[in-house]
């Protein structure tokens, strides 16, 4: 049966669309309330200690598009049977891919390590530099006028740049493959992690001026290579975090800002 509705003076249709209005209000509210504790629950989620299993194991970088970035480690303590090392990885805007890292190899052989890959398959430019055991450094990766620098530092206040390549990039994008991560010695080889590992982590990038803590959150496999067997990551999102073994840690540290620049930086 239809019920006629009266559109004289008078109408109860106002009325009507008022509560259309209202019912409408309520719902989104409803589900916006519901929404917003999913999203916040899933951010308190990514600060608990997340185990990296036959992955690296570290942060990605999860700022803006910067021209340089510094990370920071130091191996408090690594029980590793296969070599390990720590990679900062970066991948350019035009999808250059370069990775500095420190490697502590098999036979205990320690070295800082560039490689470049290009955005066209074919020969990986790479350099070996041999290095005393670097326990606590800082690896620096730049972009001036195109060409990446790579460097190492000891101190934070020096730093030695031992390997350039002309990429023609312009900036470093943040993203699950820029990362500062504990992994396994080259050539896609595992770390063997036993009881005894805690490494720390930290990243900064430059904003054209200065150094600035780096927002960062954990990384969830989104490279494989090098990987380790098992390890728990924690970060507490913004610059700093830890790896270690076999039990869960969340303390972390944030390092002074390094005094060192990038090439042809002032100010």
């Known amino acids: 049966m239809r019920i006629p509705i009266d559109q004289g003076p008078g109408s109860s249709l106002p ?149 350039t390549y002309p990429t023609n990039a312009t900036y470093i994008l943040p993203g699950p493959t820029t990362e500062l991560v504990l992994a396994g010695y080259v050539n896609g080889s595992q770390a063997q992690l036993g009881n005894g590992t805690l490494v720390y982590l930290a990243l900064y990038y430059w904003n054209g001026a200065n150094w600035e803590p780096a927002p960062i959150v954990i990384s969830e496999g989104e490279l494989f290579i090098e990987p380790v067997n098992h390890a728990y990551a924690y970060t507490n999102n913004t610059c700093s975090g830890i790896v270690s073994w076999p039990n869960p840690v969340n303390e972390t540290t944030c390092p002074t800002p390094p005094s060192f620049k990038p090439p042809n930086s002032w100010g």
Request: contains cysteine.
């Open 15 to 163: 009325i009507v669309i008022l509560l259309i209005i209202l019912i409408t209000w309520l719902y989104i509210t409803i589900n916006f309330t519901h929404v917003s504790h999913h999203v916040n629950h899933h951010v308190s989620q990514k600060l608990q200690p997340f185990l990296a299993v036959d992955m690296p194991a570290g942060f990605i970088y999860n700022g803006t598009p910067t021209t340089a970035l510094a990370g920071w480690y130091c191996i408090r303590s690594i029980n590793s049977s296969n070599g390990y090392s720590i990679q900062l990885d970066a991948f350019l805007n035009n999808t250059v891919w370069v990775q500095d890292m420190y490697i502590n190899s098999p036979n205990g052989q320690t070295s800082f390590y560039a490689v470049v890959w290009p955005a066209v398959p074919g020969p990986t430019p790479h350099k070996f530099v041999p290095a005393t055991a670097a326990t606590c450094a800082w690896l620096v990766t730049a972009l001036v006028n195109g060409t990446a620098y790579l460097g190492y530092s000891l101190d934070g206040r020096s730093i030695t740049w031992y390997y």
